[in-house]
């Protein structure tokens, strides 16, 4: 199975769209070569702007040139991109409803040795919270494409969450369209939902469940808002229980997401695996998805106590 | 005929009257700041700026941020003078599902990016200036913040990003009534020297009077002229300008007029006419 950098794909997908339109602008705060936004730099260094470390003033200007007609892309880790110039998304980019595209690596624990001050587990709750974003959380190389595109696409703010490291490309996938679960599996007693980095673990507790008789319904939910709220209220309907899985904190992320929804619409006993209120810290990240428990093995299990 | 100046200091006057009869309407907002900043916006809209209230989304219009938001009365009844909007809008301020809301807007007419969060915009007009240049317009930016506001990071993050830039199509002007809503600005949090910082962030840096018509019309020439640094001009000004019990009080910083304070005020404008 191939394994890609989404980071790697998000530069390369800059270049396609910078080639097709002269609107496209890019901007990054000191982290070009890590966000791979150094690939746009390299063939459009006139559209490239590098604010240096100071990503409230990125933030806010790229209001600014967005009021301008432009398509502006603006990158750096998620830590940096979310709380750091909350205020700026906020006030700047997401009430005046401009075309700014947030689209930050270096999300969630995997980010690995860093540690904790570099580990953003927040960014979801953050952003979601706030009126006119939306926010796409891709599980892999490809659908980090698609999730540029349809931001690219699609007039407003958005938040793109890519990781940093290589991940596994998931095969089979439906089209990508955007506001719209899709559903990998098609199973029954249980729905295991998630997103990002997440999707792969599922899969993978899926083949551990298999061997013991258990057959849960897949869903690689990329948006998270908006919120598909038909399929949620479809999946519902037709299973027991739903585990929702995500690197993030089980707070105010896909976990609360779904949880909302369901509240209101068709109550279900929602389970989670996540951050569980906590900081993250160093380590290398698979070890690290071990200790926050989010590895496939953990998803099998805690399927299977939500079943007994 | 009266002469170019003598006609903006009418205007500056018709301005004033308008700030306290919308606030006064509104009994709520903020005095100061908009009767500090009243003569610089005059000679914008009036006088400096190309811009077409019949054709707002003019390709080539040269565009106004008000980063210090809060003074809006002062921006909203330049737009209504010069005919964005009727003047009768002006008294629905801050009333719920009115276009003129408490911060700007660009609900309405002639705003072209809502402001209220300090200190953000003057990284907003970057955007617009960069962008200008992009699409090789002549085009000028300008962006009037309050000099309390300069005590935000996100100014100086955007004067180091201008001055990078070379943003020379950008003109910030800071309305430096000296008072900030806790008391003295000097005394809440100094900035001097003012000058010597914006110059060492590398910009071109005007001193004038911001109630004199004649300097800010020449420091706004002065700006245009300066290639490859931005600008900045440190408008001395008076805060409640205009309406001798609002001069230097802080009090008015955030305090609309009552209706006896209205008839003073009101009465005061009244005896400048030309």
Known sequence: MEKLYARDVYGKTLVELGKKDDKVIVLDADLSGSTRTSFFKR????????????????????????????????????????????????????????????????SGITVGEDGGTHQALEDINFFRAIPNMKIIVPCDGPEARLAVIAAYKNEGPFYVRLGRSKVLTIENKNEFVLGKGDILVEGQDIAIISCGAMVIESLGALEILKEKGIYPTVVNMHTIKPIDQDLLITIAKKHKKILVCEEHQVIGGLFSAVSEVLIRKHPVIVERIGIEDTFGQSGVPQELMEYYGLTASFIAKKAQECLR | MKNKIDVLVSTANEIRKLIIKMLAEAKSGHPGGSLSSTEIITCLYFEVMKNDPKNVDWENRDKFHLSKGHCCPALYAALSLKGYFPQEELMNLRKLG??????????????????????????????????????????????LMGDGEVQEGNVWEAAMAAAQFKADNLCGILDNNGFQIDGRIEEVMGLEPLVDKWKAFGWNVIEC?????????????EAKKIKFKPSIIIAKTVKGKGVSFMEHVVDFHGRAPSEDERAIALNELEKNKI
Request: glycine fraction near 8%.
């Open chain 1, 43 to 106: 063939e459009f260094p006139n559209r490239f702007f590098n604010f240096g470390v100071a990503e409230q003033g990125m933030m806010a200007t790229a209001a600014g040139l967005a009021s301008s007609n432009k398509v502006v892309f603006a990158s750096t880790f998620a830590m940096f991109a979310t709380a750091r110039a909350l205020d700026q998304i906020r006030n700047s980019i997401c009430y005046n409803n401009l075309n700014v595209k947030i689209v930050a690596t270096h």
């Open chain 2, 98 to 143: 009115s276009f003129l809301q408490g911060h700007p807007d660009r609900k309405t007419p002639g705003v072209e990016v809502g402001s209220g969060s300090l200190g953000q915009g003057l990284s907003i007009a970057l955007g617009m200036s960069l962008a200008a240049k992009l699409d090789n317009k002549n085009q000028r930016v300008y962006c």
């Open chain 2, 209 to 221: 009077d911001g109630h004199n018509i004649k300097q800010l019309l020449h420091s706004f020439e």
